[in-house]
């Protein structure tokens, strides 16, 4: 059991997103929803967090700055790409500037699917990697807490 | 008088070992009331130790290795004027061992030279400054009623401070919300989402270097509202009681008053904090007819 | 009493070989008399220590004539000088002082012979140290400073034999200050130091550095007014002579010394840049660094603090003391105010000097027994901490070119070294457990019990509080590790390197050493003046050297972290910060960052500040005029 799965602080980004899925984040940290009780905390600061929310379909003005955001955050760390833009570009998909997802500029864990994600799937997608977290700090411990190369995995 | 270096020890030794605690779960129960007064749920009342051990499971990340040697001596710092606090010493050098431990978390914001670490340096310099002379009245006047600067002389003395220092006690409660980093002084960092410069002081801090702030925080909260219990001393109940609501008030303080920009800082902290101070020094002199040689 | 003679004897034989030699000759023979002068100190410092208060019987006769002469040899210079410039105010004030020197010498002494003119107390002993250590040291240091200075100035005239003839002079003349028992001789070496410092102010001859010089001349001639003014009070007072002498005369009681105290507290005041006569110290800064280390930091403004001190049992108690005290005090809040809002970096340190100064005359001005004891810490302190700054900065200005804070970001990766050394000279200025901290918890302990002390409390606690402010600002400064800088450190010169690494070990082992030197010298002296002493308790000491210890022990755990950690760049709202910090702004157009310390000119504007200062402080001594007046009649 790690402590990592009872305090998993949250970076939010959107990578180009209509906006549609980021308030349906926020929407989770409200009275209604209240991730807070799960020790989530919105940081927005890399080095302060666990999880990368990504929203949007990235394009070339901002996967600089979400590889710099994934870099500067410390391992253990998982990546939930938010709505169906963030998986594979969603209707912009076809644009010129768009590069169609997440997972084309870092290592994606969980993909919540919806346009926009409604608040529960997203807190389904958060705690899901929570379980993807902690496998990965059991795993970083046995190598001697040595940060590890980290193959992706999708749900 | 053989035991009394003995009695310090303890209590020193007491203080490093279980203020940490303390100090934990006075933010875990700040985290829940908080988020009731939102009416939210809120988290666990444990969640500052969870968030704690936690952070001490990430990976060691650092933008330049002097982040180490700072953030190492703002805990060990903390640490020494908390125990030399709780042990009955000199309140003075505590105030003044306790400004070295701040500075050194200014300088390892400062080491690192994000945008971010450095205005929230700055503004951290600001808060110092400013309840800076107020603190010092505070144990000026603890001196001027109890005849001792000692810690344990004013504990024991069993004269209640408040009812010559209420001044004094209120420009205390002032800057209180300065060091515990309320709304609306909570310029450089705070707990809550920032969003402002970031996290401010903290923003290059991570994994084992930020547990280690964390935890200088709780040593913090347990020594400040123990200045608190010295204004009630000579009733344990009542000062007990006492921290309760004035921690409480600034829990909702807090909650309800917006962060306001540092010239406002200084200014309240200088002009109605040490108007506060000096003026109830002022009159406790002239009562008194206080000290001449 | 021989130590004594060579102590001022021996800078004036080396200053007038200095007028001959030519620089490597020069190099060796500075460093030769460096190590005798520090020798002969510590010598003097181990002889006498443990014996009270000792005078030595030297005629009077022969050496005041001597002087006299010298006195009106260099008034007519002055007035030459003055004339030349255009100066009047200056050429008024010298035939003022002249006249009243004639008067005196003439008309009044012809019939006195006091005796015990030369003495040697624990002060005398820690200001000879001061002078010779960390006097010769910078001495040392000058040599190759004005080597660089000269190198890169090359429109200003090779003036080096003269430099360092009027350097040696200098510190024979304070050697004289601190030995002299006999007040007329303090006043002539007092001038003699008013002189070099005019002179060496005034080393570039740019139209600037004339102005600079002539400025702080005649405020110290004001002074020197003032303190002629006293001789002559004393002369009629009492004809026989007697009350030259200083221990007589603080011994006398209030009636008849308040006067002739007040007047030569006023002198020290000019010569320590208070306000409202701080205006020539920060001019003062145009001068080469040595001058501003050795003249204007340790040495010879502490002339001007060393005479308050010894006339603080005299004030002790009274309203003229009081109404000094007072203008010490808000001297310290205000030039700790403006040197928030400076950014060169010579004009901070000359504004935390006053401040300091300001402080120490405000512990003298009290002058209860604790707070004589605070007075001659921080002049301890305080000398050694801001010699060393002034050297560092002046070594880096050298390199970097610049003067500026503002450009001495990432100092700590381009010049690691004297960043470390400016980090510790900085600590000692305004960290806990240092010296500075140690007697500022001191003074509040000591005027708590002192009438009025209050108001001594609130100006300490808010000047405390500025001075922690434009320290810590400067030393983020230097600590900021900017990447891919290139390190300019290597060219500086082994003297240099020598003398900067004695003098932050004296930091350091000052504020180790400082319970040793308040058991032995501090406090013996307080005793035979006030029958009482005072120290910190042995539990505030033991926790004070532990805390250094802690704080020294600090950097070495540094080792076990430089392996295993991963290193990144700082955030920048995820900008990409590899190297310079550029970020892509609108158009297109890549933008650098910078970031720059807060300077709140808006509060603590220097004109604004310095404008309430001279108010004050003018309103203050008026006062203090009045008084004294009415004492007089």
């Given at each position: 059991m790690t402590y990592l799965k009872k305090s998993p602080w949250v970076i939010h980004y959107d990578a180009s997103s209509c906006n549609g899925c980021d308030i349906e984040v926020l929407a989770a940290l409200t009275p209604v929803y209240d991730v807070e009780r799960f020790g989530i905390i919105n940081t927005g600061n890399p080095k302060h967090a666990d999880i990368f929310l990504v929203t949007g379909s990235v394009n070339e003005q901002n996967k600089e700055v979400v590889k710099n955001i994934y870099e500067q955050i410390p391992e253990p760390k998982v990546v939930v790409a938010i709505g169906i833009c963030a998986a594979s570009g969603g209707i912009f998909r076809e644009c010129y500037n768009v590069l169609g997802g997440v997972d084309k500029v870092i290592p994606v864990d969980v993909f919540v699917p919806g346009c926009a994600a409604r608040p529960e799937s997203i807190i389904d997608g958060v705690v899901t990697a929570l379980g993807i977290l902690e496998s990965k700090r059991l795993a970083m411990k046995e190598n001697g807490n040595k940060t590890m190369e980290k193959p992706g995995s999708a749900v | 008088m053989n035991a009394e270096p003995v009695i310090s020890l303890v209590n020193a030794v007491l203080f490093v070992l279980i203020a940490p605690l303390v100090g934990g779960l006075i933010a875990g129960i700040d985290r829940k009331v908080t988020a009731r007064m939102q009416g939210r749920v809120g988290p666990p009342v444990l969640q500052p130790f969870y968030d704690v051990g936690k952070l001490f499971e990430k990976e060691n990340m650092v933008v330049t290795v002097t982040q180490h040697f700072y953030v190492l001596s703002y805990l060990v710092f903390m640490v020494v004027a908390g125990a030399l606090f709780f042990s009955g010493g000199d309140m003075l050098l505590v105030i003044f061992a306790f400004t070295l431990s701040h500075i050194f978390l200014v300088l390892g914001a400062y080491a690192s030279y994000s945008p971010y670490s450095h205005i929230g340096a700055e503004r951290e310099l600001i808060q110092i400054i400013a309840y800076e002379p107020m603190i010092i009245f505070t144990a000026v006047g603890m001196y001027m009623v109890t005849q001792s600067f000692n810690v344990s002389a004013i504990v024991n003395s069993g004269i209640p401070i408040i009812l010559y220092l209420p001044g004094v006690f209120i420009g205390y409660l002032i800057v209180l919300t300065i060091k515990l980093r309320k709304s609306p002084f909570d310029l450089s960092t705070s707990h809550h989402a920032h969003q402002e410069i970031v996290k401010g002081v903290t923003t290059d801090f991570s994994g084992s270097n930020l547990g280690k702030i964390e935890i200088a925080h709780w040593y913090e909260y347990v020594f400040l509202l123990g200045v608190v219990y010295l204004f009630f001393g000579f009733n344990p109940v009542l000062a007990v009681a006492a921290i309760i609501i004035a921690y409480f008030l600034e829990i909702l303080i807090d909650n309800t008053i917006s962060r306001v920009k540092w010239q406002l800082t200084l200014r309240s902290a200088w002009l109605i904090a040490g108007t506060l101070g000096i003026v109830n020094l002022g009159v406790l002199y002239y009562l008194k007819g206080v000290i001449m040689p | 009493m021989n130590d004594l003679l060579f102590l001022i004897g021996f800078p004036v034989i080396i200053a007038l070989l200095m007028l001959l030699v030519k620089d490597k000759i020069r190099n060796y023979i500075v460093i030769i008399s460096a190590l005798a002068l520090g020798i002969a100190s510590l010598y003097l410092l181990i002889t006498y220590f443990n014996k009270n208060t000792v005078f030595f019987d030297i005629s009077f006769e022969p050496a005041t004539n001597i002087m006299f002469i010298i006195e009106i040899l260099l008034a007519v210079y002055i007035l030459y000088l003055g004339i030349k410039f255009k100066k009047y105010f200056t050429v008024a004030l010298i035939l003022l002082q002249a006249g009243l020197l004639v008067f005196l010498e003439m008309g009044l002494i012809s019939g006195i012979h006091p005796v015990n003119n030369l003495f040697l107390d624990q002060f005398s002993i820690i200001m000879a140290m001061i002078i010779g250590v960390i006097g010769s040291l910078i001495c040392v240091y000058a040599l190759g400073y004005m080597e660089t200075y000269h190198t890169r100035h090359t429109d200003i005239k090779d003036r080096r034999k003269l430099f360092f003839f009027i350097l040696f002079i200098f510190l024979s003349a304070m050697f004289g200050v601190v030995f002299s028992n006999n007040l007329m001789w303090i006043f002539f070496f007092w001038e003699i130091t008013t002189i070099c410092s005019f002179v060496l102010i005034g080393y570039s001859r740019t139209p600037e550095a004339t102005n600079n010089a002539f400025l702080a001349l005649s405020m110290n001639l004001l002074g020197g007014v003032a303190f002629t003014a006293a001789l002559i009070y004393i002369a009629i007072m009492d004809p026989s002579g007697r009350l030259f002498e200083l221990d007589s005369l603080i011994s006398s009681g209030y009636a008849l010394a308040i006067v002739p105290a007040v007047l030569i507290c006023f002198a020290g005041i000019t010569k320590a840049a208070l306000m409202p006569f701080s205006s020539w110290l920060v001019g003062a800064m145009?001068?080469?660094?040595?001058?501003?280390?050795?003249?204007?930091?340790?040495?010879?403004?502490?002339?001007?603090?060393?005479?308050?001190?010894?006339?603080?049992?005299?004030?002790?108690?009274?309203?003229?003391?009081?109404?000094?005290?007072?203008?010490?005090?808000?001297?310290?809040?205000?030039?700790?105010?403006?040197?928030?809002?400076?950014?060169?970096?010579?004009?901070?340190?000359?504004?935390?000097?006053?401040?300091?100064?300001?402080?120490?005359?405000?512990?003298?001005?009290?002058?209860?027994?604790?707070?004589?004891?605070?007075?001659?810490?921080?002049?301890?302190?305080?000398?050694?901490?801001?010699?060393?700054?002034?050297?560092?900065?002046?070594?880096?200005?050298?390199?970097?070119?610049?003067?500026?804070?503002?450009?001495m970001g990432g100092l700590i990766v381009r010049m690691p070294k004297i960043a470390m050394m400016m980090f510790i000279g900085m600590a000692g200025m305004f960290l806990a457990p240092f010296g500075m901290v140690i007697s500022k918890w001191a003074a509040i302990e000591a005027f708590i019990t002192a009438p009025y002390g209050l108001i001594f409390i609130a100006i300490l606690a808010f000047g405390g509080s500025f001075t922690v402010f434009y320290w810590s600002k400067w030393m983020g400064k230097i600590i900021s590790v900017m990447r891919h800088q290139e390190v300019v450190e290597d060219t500086v010169k082994k003297e240099k390197w020598a003398v900067l690494y004695i003098l932050t070990a004296l930091v350091v082992g000052v504020c180790l050493a400082f319970p040793l030197i308040s058991t032995y010298l501090i406090e013996p002296f307080i005793m035979n003046i006030y029958g009482v002493t005072t120290g910190l308790s042995q539990a505030n000491f033991a926790i004070m050297i532990m805390m250094i210890c802690l704080l020294l022990i600090m950097p070495f755990s540094m080792l076990f972290y430089r392996t295993g950690s991963k290193h990144v760049s700082p955030y920048m709202g995820g900008r990409t910060t590899e190297g310079e910090m550029k970020f892509s702004g609108t158009f297109g157009t890549m933008r650098e960052l910078s970031l720059s310390n807060y300077y709140m000119e808006k509060y603590f504007g220097e004109d604004k500040v310095f404008y309430i200062g001279t108010l004050l402080c003018w309103g203050l001594l008026l006062i203090a005029g009045i008084i004294l007046a009415g004492v007089i009649l």
């Open positions: - | - | 145009v001068a080469p660094t040595p001058v501003s280390a050795l003249l204007h930091s340790s040495t010879m403004v502490k002339a001007g603090v060393y005479i308050i001190v010894r006339f603080a049992p005299v004030l002790a108690l009274t309203t003229e003391g009081f109404i000094i005290a007072l203008v010490g005090a808000i001297t310290f809040l205000l030039a700790s105010g403006i040197a928030i809002s400076q950014s060169n970096a010579k004009k901070v340190l000359a504004y935390s000097t006053i401040a300091n100064l300001g402080l120490i005359v405000a512990c003298a001005g009290v002058g209860t027994y604790n707070l004589m004891w605070v007075a001659i810490l921080l002049i301890i302190f305080h000398a050694i901490a801001k010699s060393l700054l002034f050297l560092c900065v002046g070594t880096v200005e050298n390199r970097i070119g610049s003067k500026n804070i503002e450009d």
